[in-house]
C-alpha cells in the first residue's frame, strides 16, 4: 500500500515541506539557482506535480501545474519521493535502479542532493504534524 493515499494528502504534506525548507534552508536550493535550473518531478501512485524554479532568487516552488518548461524532468513513485525524504533512499539509486526516470539534464539530477539532503531534517516533523506517522 502506498505512503501517501491521495494526491490531495501528497500535495498538503510537501507544500508545508518546500514552505518550511525555503525557511529554515535558505540555501539548500544553491546549486539550482547556480545553474538557473528548472525542474519538474511527477509522481505516480499517487499522481502530483512539482516544480524547482532555480532560474531566479530565491528558489521557487510549485505545487500542481508547473509554469515552465523544465530543464530536468523526473518521475518517480510517490513512495521513492517520500523515502528519499525520510533517508532511505536517495536520488543515485533511484536513478540506478531505474526507479526514477529523468529527461533533459540528467546529469544535472544530482544538484537536488542537498535541497533533499536538508529537506530530510524537516519532513519527518512535517508528517508527524499531519498525523502521518508517529
Not at 21 to 40: C, I, N, S, W, Y
Amino acid at each position: 500500500m502506498p505512503f501517501y493515499t491521495s494526491t490531495e494528502q501528497l500535495y498538503a504534506a510537501t507544500s508545508i515541506f518546500f514552505e518550511r525548507v525555503g525557511k529554515e534552508f535558505p540555501h539548500a536550493g544553491d546549486a539550482l539557482l547556480k545553474q538557473k535550473m528548472t525542474v519538474r518531478l511527477s509522481t505516480v501512485e499517487p499522481v502530483g506535480v512539482f516544480g524547482l524554479d532555480g532560474r531566479h532568487a530565491p528558489l521557487k516552488t510549485h505545487i500542481g501545474a508547473v509554469p515552465f518548461r523544465p530543464d530536468l524532468d523526473i518521475e518517480m513513485p510517490a513512495d521513492l519521493l517520500h523515502a528519499t525524504l525520510m533517508g532511505q533512499a536517495s536520488i543515485k539509486s533511484g536513478l540506478a535502479s531505474g526507479k526514477l526516470k529523468a529527461r533533459g539534464a540528467i546529469l544535472k539530477a544530482l544538484s537536488l542532493s542537498s535541497l533533499f539532503q536538508q529537506g530530510q531534517k524537516i519532513y519527518p516533523q512535517v508528517l508527524r504534524e499531519q498525523g502521518l506517522i508517529k
